[in-house]
């Protein structure tokens, strides 16, 4: 079946412009999560939703950094004013979600975004 | 935040070694530890799986070890194939209020020479 998909797939970008990047999830998955990973690092946590609400967005580094998923499904990433240390892939990832236990996340192919 | 991991190293091996991949973890709370292996230009696949109260687990011809007295977690692949080049990742997952927060090493890299 179809997993995560995101686009889109690299986008460059002048400093100073906005971007917005699309998350696809397993259709059916109530948990997305967004992560910025650098070069030659793991992934850092950005951002978490449970259907609609977002409930824990302790990672976005900034308030330049804005992530909604209105209809529970679709999530858009919106970074404003992008600065060169943006630069990075950002990966987005969906799972099930079980009160207690485990819920395996699947990773989308990231977006690689390049701030000029 | 949670420290995973080690600054990318990179391990090679020859066909048909095994090969060893060690993380360190700072969070004794955690519940699970994951390690995923990626790709080139892919997502963060996951390979296996190990439950705290757990000191190891084994899959298709990837073994995981635990060892929470020195917040050890280990990735044993027997018989290395060239497929099996690429970054690895521990993660370690902690249970926030309703969700699993995921938390990454920065990785190995894995090169198997044919």
């Known amino acids: 079946g179809a997993g995560v998909s995101q686009s889109p797939r690299y986008k460059v970008a002048k400093r100073g412009q906005d971007v917005a990047l699309r998350c696809d999830p397993i259709s059916g998955h109530v948990s997305l999560f967004w992560y910025q990973q650098a070069l030659g690092q793991g992934p850092e946590f950005l951002t978490y939703?449970?259907?609609?609400?977002?409930?824990?967005k302790s990672g976005l580094p900034s308030d330049r950094f804005f992530a909604e998923r209105p209809e529970g499904s679709v999530s858009t990433l919106k970074i404003q004013r992008t600065q060169q240390e943006d630069s990075a892939v950002y990966l987005c990832?969906?799972?099930?979600?079980?009160?207690?236990?485990?819920?395996?996340?699947?990773f989308g192919p990231g977006t690689r975004l390049t701030v000029l | 935040g949670e420290s995973v991991g080690l600054h990318l190293p990179t391990l090679s091996v020859q066909e048909g070694d095994n090969s060893i991949i060690n993380c360190a973890y700072s969070?004794?709370?955690?519940?699970?530890f994951i390690w995923y292996k990626q790709e080139s230009g892919k997502g963060p696949q996951f390979i296996i799986d190990i439950r705290s109260n757990m000191d190891k687990r084994q899959g298709q011809r990837v073994t995981v070890l635990l060892n929470k007295t020195v917040k050890h977690l280990s990735l044993q692949i027997a018989a290395t194939q060239p497929g099996d080049s690429a970054v690895y990742f521990c993660a370690e997952i902690t249970r926030l209020y309703n969700f699993n927060k995921f938390y990454f090493g920065s990785g190995t890299k894995l090169n198997v020479k044919p």
């Open positions: 969070n004794s709370a955690s519940d699970y």
């Open positions: 990832a969906s799972s099930n979600h079980r009160v207690a236990g485990f819920d395996e996340q699947f």
């Open positions: 939703f449970q259907n609609e609400a977002q409930l824990d």
